[in-house]
T-cell receptor
Framework: GQSLEQPSEVTAVEGAIVQINCTYQ??????LSWYQQHDGGAPTFLSY????GLEETGRFSSFLSRSDSYGYLLLQELQMKDSASYFC??????????FGQGTELSVKP | EAGVVQSPRYKIIEKKQPVAFWCNPI?????LYWYRQNLGQGPELLIR????????DSQLPKDRFSAERLKGVDSTLKIQPAELGDSAVYLC??????????????FGPGTRLTVL
């Protein structure tokens, strides 16, 4: 079977750093993506890791360890606008994306 | 550049009625996806098109769902008849391709379907 696990919710304060973990068990793994979705909005692409290591894009970084079937999204200098749901998604064969259940991030003042 | 366009944004119907959703992908994107997202869950792929061809419809409930992508551009997803459990957000996404180098998927705003 194919499964992804991530925490259902995380709470942090403005200016803090938060890490959202994702573990996966899938066949045909090609890489791990992260998407952000605000309430009622469309999922938007944040990052993609095909190889082990850390990818940094501004305040957001994403990490992948293929040997551990594990990745995380790191959000720094949190802002209120970062309150949203964050999904990890495995890229499987044929370009198919398999999404996790999502982590709801609440940023408090 | 226009993003992925979907209509309608909201739809309320009674069970057993038919319903259709429309999607216009980003210009030049050959690959089109339909996802269903239940409340509090991640999107689940229903069908993927490469141009006009449905290359992955393994998750599409074919007894009541159908889709088409005539001319390889816009697409329609239909449910007939709708059931209470079909209430969800139906998302359309597109990408330049689906193999080789990773191609980011761009999502539309979705159609929120409520079946009463």
């Amino acid at each position: 079977g194919q499964s992804l696990e991530q925490p259902s919710e995380v709470t942090a304060v403005e200016g803090a750093i938060v890490q959202i973990n994702c573990t996966y068990q899938t066949s045909g793994f090609y890489g791990l993506s992260w998407y952000q979705q605000h309430d009622g909005g469309a999922p938007t692409f944040l990052s993609y890791n095909a190889l082990d290591g850390l990818e940094e894009t501004g305040r957001f970084s994403s990490f992948l360890s293929r040997s551990d079937s594990y990745g995380y999204l790191l959000l720094q200098e949190l802002q209120m606008k970062d309150s949203a749901s964050y999904f990890c998604a495995v890229r499987a064969s044929g370009g198919k994306l398999i999404f996790g259940q999502g982590t709801e991030l609440s940023v408090k003042p | 550049e226009a993003g992925v366009v979907q209509s309608p944004r909201y739809k309320i119907i009674e069970k057993k009625q038919p319903v259709a959703f429309w999607c216009n992908p980003i210009s030049g994107h050959n690959t089109l996806y339909w996802y269903r997202q239940n409340l509090g869950q991640g999107p689940e792929l229903l069908i993927r098109y490469e141009n006009e061809e449905a290359v992955d419809d393994s998750q599409l409930p074919k007894d009541r769902f159908s889709a088409e992508r005539l001319k390889g551009v816009d697409s329609t997803l239909k449910i007939q008849p709708a059931e209470l459990g079909d209430s969800a957000v139906y998302l359309c996404a597109s990408s330049l391709g689906s193999s080789g180098t990773y191609n980011e998927q761009f999502f539309g705003p979705g159609t929120r379907l409520t079946v009463l």
